[in-house]
């Protein structure tokens, strides 16, 4: 069966998830489909990008990934489909899908253009029901992107999500702070890789003028309990963490803070 996921920032107080289901249903009722969030933060667009990147690479080959973070619906931004190795993204081109339609290899992008393939709209501010969960639907039924809108060159792309490698140091970015108080930062596994950090290495870490010694490690038990360490974790992107402990605190630190990685 197809399976679509829907992450959006819309919660589940109100029937606004339901509507957007319900019009995918209504063109493929043999769907499958996944609520990756829809707790993002309200217009947290880059929160929601992060879930999104961390998701999309554990679902199967075709899965159609719709999201809706959408503050400038109903203005100049473009709806577009993304292809990508092995998936599909649906959703405003406002940088949500941009992290991980990367992860996967952008293929090729359309603008949706073709309003005849869309149900009577009822409203111009609510695109996830109107316009991304038909198309998301289209999409998962075999209509070729072709006949949904037209190709585009590029997307927007989240600055955020990419760090500054040179030589030996990265210059990062806090992107995200999960329920144990650890600091994801922009860095994957292939920018660790560029600048030589592999086995039992230390960085110098610099955060609001202050620096760690930090250990690169593969497991929160590298280091005693309270001790600060590195490690890329199951969202694949570098953390910085406290083994049984809280690295926001221990260090000051959230979302947003920009943080420099010097390989010792």
Not at 27 to 35: H, K, R, S
Not at 198 to 211: A, C, L, M, N
């Amino acid at each position: 069966m197809p399976v679509i996921t829907l992450l959006t920032d819309y919660g589940i107080k109100d029937s606004y998830v339901a509507e957007v289901k319900g019009a995918i249903l209504k063109i493929n009722p043999e769907a499958t489909i996944v609520d990756i969030s829809h707790d993002v933060g309200n217009f947290d667009i880059e929160s929601g990008a992060f879930h999104l990147a961390r998701a999309a690479p554990y679902f199967p080959p075709g899965t159609v990934h719709v999201g809706v973070v959408d503050p400038g619906v109903g203005g100049t931004r473009k709806p577009i489909i993304v292809k990508t190795r092995g998936a599909w993204f649906v959703g405003p081109d406002n940088g949500l899908m941009a992290p991980a339609a990367e992860r996967l290899e952008v293929e090729a992008i359309w603008e949706i253009t073709n309003s005849e393939m869309l149900p009577p709209r009822v409203s111009d501010v609510f695109d996830g029901r109107d316009v991304f969960g038909p198309i998301g639907a289209h999409l998962s039924v075999g209509v070729p992107p072709d006949k949904l809108g037209t190709e585009i060159s590029d997307m927007i792309r989240l600055p955020a999500y990419t760090p500054m490698i040179d030589g030996e140091t990265v210059h990062a970015q806090v992107i995200h702070v999960d329920g144990f108080g650890n600091l994801v930062t922009n860095v994957t596994y292939e920018a660790m890789e560029k600048i030589g950090a592999s086995g039992d290495v230390r960085f110098k870490v610099v955060v609001r003028g202050h620096e760690f010694d930090i250990p690169y490690a593969r497991r929160f038990s590298a280091v005693p309990e309270g001790e600060p360490l590195l490690l890329v974790a199951g969202g694949g992107y570098l953390e910085i963490s406290v083994n049984q402990g809280n690295a926001a605190e221990h260090m000051g630190l959230g979302k947003g803070d920009k943080v420099t990685l010097q390989l010792k």
